[in-house]
Nanobody
Framework: EVQLVESGGGLVQPGGSLRLSCKISGFTFFNDYVIGWFRQAPGKEREGVSCIGNRDRSTYYAAFGAGRFTISADNAKNTVYLSMNSLKPEDTAVYYC?????????????????????????WGQGTQVTVSS
């Protein structure tokens, strides 16, 4: 069973930066997975933020994160990072790490230009990000 543990959330002022980490365990080959992040703000639906295919490092970014967020993976540590810069109050949300086998996603996000909640079977418990002065 794949397990995901997020860390790195917190309170930051507008314009600040945070780096979220997602430690992954319980799988055989890290490179066989697409790993990413969703977020959910109060009263809103979960939305895809970014994801990375560990085999060839293909990436997807939601429009609101392009140019501000960077996703990366450290295979040796089985960890995926989401670096977030120029944070805005509207980035306030619970951020969830997600994972799924590459061959189990019908259309990979870097081809479909979107992330679907139903495409990812493994979810972390989430980490709160609050952007406020």
């Amino acid at each position: 069973e794949v397990q995901l543990v997020e860390s790195g959330g917190g309170l930051v002022q507008p314009g600040g930066s945070l780096r979220l980490s997602c430690k992954i365990s319980g799988f055989t080959f890290f490179n066989d997975y697409v790993i990413g992040w969703f977020r959910q703000a109060p009263g809103k639906e979960r939305e895809g933020v970014s994801c990375i295919g560990n085999r060839d490092r293909s990436t997807y970014y939601a429009a609101f994160g392009a140019g501000r967020f960077t996703i990366s993976a450290d295979n040796a540590k089985n960890t995926v990072y989401l670096s977030m810069n120029s944070l805005k109050p509207e980035d306030t949300a619970v951020y969830y790490c997600v994972a799924e086998r590459l061959d189990a996603v019908p259309l990979l996000p870097w081809y479909s230009a979107s992330m679907s909640v139903g495409d990812f079977g493994s979810w972390g418990q989430g980490t709160q990000v609050t952007v406020s002065s």
